[in-house]
């Protein structure tokens, strides 16, 4: 089993690793900077302001719910809105985590 630390800093490498290839993808100007060195900041656009990426953003809700701040917020204004939140878990627990972060649709959010 993992130290709480470090699976947390798995977490975050991950979702930093995850945050590089979307804004890549949407042409957000990298440099020369590589996965393993990006530092994710709160909010990215692309694509002529179409696509926005947001890392660490509380949702807002007309309701309380729990759990309403994911890892990345994929927005584009053509395709709707993508919520991800990101679990790393040891291979016991990921039917576990699965449980706890259920898939929610996500038509009509925009």
Request: include cysteine.
């Amino acid at each position: 089993m993992l130290v709480k630390e470090r699976s947390i800093e798995r977490h975050g490498t991950v979702c930093a690793e995850l945050h590089f290839n979307l804004r890549e993808e949407v042409g957000v100007k990298l440099g020369n900077e590589h996965w393993y060195q990006h530092v994710p900041q709160s909010a990215h656009t692309g694509h002529s302001g179409k696509v926005t990426i947001l890392w660490n953003q509380q949702v807002q809700t007309d309701r309380t719910i729990p759990n309403n701040k994911p890892d990345i917020i994929f927005r584009d204004n053509e395709t709707g809105t993508m919520l991800m939140d990101i679990a790393i878990s040891g291979d016991k627990n990921v039917i576990k985590k699965e449980a706890e972060k259920p898939r929610v649709s996500m038509q009509g959010l925009h």
